[in-house]
């Protein structure tokens, strides 16, 4: 098999496997509004034991007020995946974070849009 060969067969591979992915990436309902009021009760009710009712983290989990999680480098679909599938400790030492059962693709959605609220509110764009 010539180079030219095994180098399409590798890319288009790799982009089979990109689509795979994306397809599995959970997605809130289209046309979904997501509101920061309603994503502070969720967040209340399912992040807070870890992240901190003031989002500044906790002995159980890092602070989303930290630059590490600005839009640039933490987009909101890393938000879907850690709920969904939870995610492996990199940034910190909390160890890994389990998926949260029992929230949905939308509700994650009003999260989202209340952490980015809050830090746009000290500065974290």
């Given at each position: 098999m010539?180079?030219?060969?095994?180098?399409a067969l590798a890319t288009g591979?790799?982009?089979?496997?990109?689509?795979?992915?994306a397809q599995a990436l959970p997605q809130p309902s289209?046309?979904?509004?997501?509101?920061?009021a309603q994503g502070k009760r969720l967040f209340e009710k399912n992040c807070a034991v870890c992240h901190g009712q003031?989002?500044?983290?906790?002995d159980k989990g890092p602070p989303l007020l930290h630059p590490?999680?600005?839009p640039s480098h933490h987009g909101d679909a890393a938000f879907q995946m850690a709920v969904r599938y939870g995610v492996r400790a990199h940034h910190?030492?909390?160890g890994d974070m389990p998926?949260?059962?029992?929230?949905?693709?939308?509700?994650?959605?009003?999260?989202?849009?209340y952490v980015r609220q809050q830090q746009r509110l000290v500065g974290i764009r």
């Open positions: 010539n180079h030219t060969r095994t180098f591979l790799g982009l089979a496997l990109q689509l795979a992915h289209a046309g979904l509004m997501p509101n920061p003031d989002l500044r983290g906790s590490v999680y600005e910190w030492k909390f998926p949260v059962s029992g929230v949905s693709a939308d509700e994650v959605a009003h999260i989202t849009a």
